[in-house]
């Protein structure tokens, strides 16, 4: 297909659990499906696998995004890293994820795997749109950390993807909310977002429905649905160990089987009281069956439910409001649905009934989309003269005297804002000058995150205090940190050599990943075609079995008994060849063709698909 190059700009949710794309045409928002038939992605990367991550468990890595920007000694990637069956290793002390390929041991990194996820929403715009995807907007937590961010960001770059704008996942959901409502006043409103990974409380005005300015933010990026499901994990292990004496965590296809099925009974204990789980041969042969109850899973998550409803006060306290000035609270993220944290925050707000309007999961990449087109300045829309006002998530500042956090930029102020602080030498003739970098919202450095060491070089010689060196910081608009410097003495920047380690991946990093990614790409196409042919294959069975079961008196008991055998026969074949080379298909393709003969009727309509497509 012959693309344009004038395709809009999408929006992007890049989730934990799933990955949505939308786009604003025509005065609406569409998100977008995939060549699935579904509208979201499973993030999930599979190396000589097919898309399912029981078959291959150690070779198949998911929450990719919780590693983002994050250190392989960060306590909470370690007690993940317990649950999951894939491995993991660190490089240059970031967490690297372990997988064989090709017969050989490679690392991916974070952003890698999830440049695979913006990939495939990519290609969904782009199918969807007819034209080349270029210009993007993604959706972050709002408590994602400054290497959080730019950890995205190269994530995008691995993809090829041009970002106009990081988004907070709660200020795309009001967006979602108010635009095109005709909303007329003032009103206060409270997006609580609780999706798989990470969980974001945000308290926005919103004026006369064109006007949003958020007030005060809280969150936390390792708080979500798949806590959940790890505390089920850890609570049905545990109980298999006391039931079987055995330790099933040691055996990654058993536990990611049994994470599987954790995620289901969370879903169906947000409708039922109680629910089972039912695993044949789930470790060493033994099978594994248990019971469990809503009253059980709440008790078992309360702590993080209750969290929750902390950093919603700490939200609402830190607007200048207090809980009667909430006129709407918003609820986004699949983990809304659950029935013990709907009653926590209401009972918080004194019985206030919740605003479930919103689509919860698809809400933020609708919201992404209309700030792309905010963005692109679509003249003839609902989003003209919109003004979206929002504010950095933390402090930023220098360790100071007593390892205290000396703020240069307080947390709250609108994006992107600047504040400068003037530094001068301790020694006479102090030619460099060394400093420690925070960000966070505590008072101590220790309790922060070190975004890096400011090494300013180059100082002229002069007695001690003299040198006035003024250090500018920077949060720009997508909440990432930039540092300039200058001499007051002598006004030239460029006697100042200024680095900031915020460790994210370095250009020739990105460059060498792109490259790798070219490698992989006759692969992924193959693995894409296999999934398709799958697909029209097992359709094709089912076409055939429905045209058997009209037949009735036209065929004979052999005929009907050869029919019926071609189709179970597919089907096995399926199931125990999921790598099969696609030259393969065609040969059960043709099996079929000669079981469809013998019902005399026109070539079926997955006959016509299969004839148009390629197996070179």
Known sequence: MTRSKNAPAVGIDLGSSFSRVGVYQHGTVEVIGTDQGSRATPNYASHHAVPNAVP??????????????????????????????????????RPRFKADYKGEERLFAPEEISA???????????????????????TVPASF?????????????????????????????VLAYALGKGLSGKKNVLVFSLGGGAFGASVISIYDGSVFEVRATAGDSHLGGEDFDARLLNYFAQDFKRKHQKDLTTNPKAVQRLLVACERVKKTLTNSRDTVIDLD?????????????????????????????RLVEKAVKEANMDKGSIDEILLVGGSTRIPRVQKLLSDFFNGKE??????????????????????????????????????????????S????????????????????????????????????????????????NILGKLHLTGIPHAPQGVPRIEISFLVDINGILHVFAQDNCTGKPENLSVTNNTGGLSQEEINQIVSDAEQYKEDDMRQRQRASFRRHLEVNVQELRETLENAGENLSNVEKRTVLYACNDALSWLDNNLLAPLEDFDLRQQKLKQANSILKIKPSLMEQIWSQESLK
Not at 157 to 171: C, D, S, Y
Not at 379 to 399: A, Y
């Open 56 to 93: 291959n468990a150690a070779n198949t890595v998911f929450q990719a995004k919780r590693l983002l920007g994050r250190r392989f000694s960060d306590p909470s990637v370690q007690s993940d890293a317990t649950l999951w069956p894939f491995r993991l290793d660190q490089f240059n002390w």
């Open 116 to 138: 695979m996820m913006l990939t495939k929403v990519k290609a969904a715009a782009e199918g969807y749109l007819g034209k080349d995807v270029k210009d993007v907007v993604i």
């Open 145 to 173: 950390t400054d290497a959080q961010r730019r950890a995205t960001l190269d994530a995008a770059a691995i993809a090829g993807l041009n970002v106009q704008r990081l988004i907070h996942e709660p200020t795309a959901a």
């Open 401 to 448: 005297t007593g390892g205290v956090l000396a703020k240069i930029i307080e947390r709250g102020n609108f994006l992107p804002t600047k504040n400068s602080k003037t530094f001068t030498t301790y020694l006479n003739n102090q030619p460099s000058l060394e400093l420690q970098v925070f960000e966070g919202d505590r008072a101590m450095t220790k309790d922060n």
């Open 281 to 309: 041969s789930l470790h060493e042969g033994v099978s594994y069956y248990a019971r469990v109850s809503r009253v059980r899973f709440h008790d078992l998550c309360g702590d993080l439910f209750r969290k929750t409803i």
């Open 354 to 399: 919740l605003n479930k309007s919103l689509n919860p999961d698809e809400s933020v990449a609708y919201g992404a989309a209309l700030q792309a087109a905010i963005l692109n300045e679509d003249s003839n829309s609902i989003v003209k003269d919109v003004l979206v006002m929002d504010i950095n998530s933390f402090h930023v500042g220098v360790d």
